[in-house]
């Protein structure tokens, strides 16, 4: 067990760019969960995979926002046209499927994102 | 799921318990008490979980109460790498139910040497 893996650990863009994440969950959990977290706050909801199927978003994840989880390994968060409000640590966590038992949520550490 | 209540802040001297207060009055039957911390510029790490009766792990206790309206976190012997911002979550578990979980703004713990 390596643990939730996130890439890169910080990014800076300016304004307008488009900017992608990595996520790689612990091997062989099938849910993949996106966060976003800003200054003072805890973590909020964006979006939920269950292997490669995206089955839940949030009003948080505008238009701009993308995730994909192409093979049910991997993920990736993508934001286009940032805008600085986007600013924010952008947090990965993962579990596996069996309902059988109670599986808490493995985070990663995170992408900070800083638009300028 | 059921809301939190939490201090915004706690002190506590190294070496001693840290107990953690949260209240969840509206909690249903169904609801576990969860919780989980965050060690700056780290992700959230979780800690314990409980239904009804207390708790115990490597890492700290957990008590809730008879009626479930509220918990307390112990760490029997908090150090200076406890100190984190504290997260308790209540969420109903459904077997093979995913984990959309709502973490409000928590309890920043302050380990004084």
């Known amino acids: 067990d390596t643990g939730v893996s996130q890439d890169p650990r910080h990014k800076i863009t300016k304004r307008g760019q488009n900017v992608t994440f990595r996520c790689d969950p612990i091997?062989?959990?099938?849910?993949l969960y996106w966060y976003r977290q800003t200054l003072g706050q805890g973590p909020e909801f964006l979006t939920y995979f269950q292997n490669e199927a995206q089955l839940e978003k949030s009003r948080l994840l505008s238009d701009r926002f993308s995730a994909e989880r192409p093979k049910g390994s991997f993920s990736t968060l993508e934001i286009q046209r940032t805008e600085q409000g986007d600013s924010a640590m952008y947090l990965c966590a993962s579990t596996p499927l069996d309902g059988a038992r109670i599986w808490p949520l493995h985070f990663g550490n995170g992408t900070r994102l800083t638009v300028t | 799921d059921a809301k939190t209540t939490q201090p915004p802040s706690m002190d506590c001297a190294e070496g001693r318990a840290a107990n953690l207060p949260c209240n969840h009055s509206t909690i249903s039957g169904n609801e576990y008490v969860y919780w989980y911390r965050q060690i700056h510029s780290q992700g959230p790490q979780y800690i314990i979980h409980?239904?009804?009766n207390n708790e115990t792990n490597e890492m700290a206790s957990l008590i809730i109460t008879e009626d479930r309206k509220s918990s307390t976190l112990i760490l029997p012997h908090a150090t200076l790498r406890d100190t984190a911002v504290y997260y308790c979550?209540?969420?109903?578990?459904f077997g093979g139910g995913y984990q959309k979980v709502t973490f409000g703004t928590g309890t920043k713990l302050q380990v004084i040497p």
């Open positions: 979550i209540v969420r109903v578990e």
């Open positions: 409980g239904l009804k």
């Open positions: 091997s062989e959990h099938n849910r």
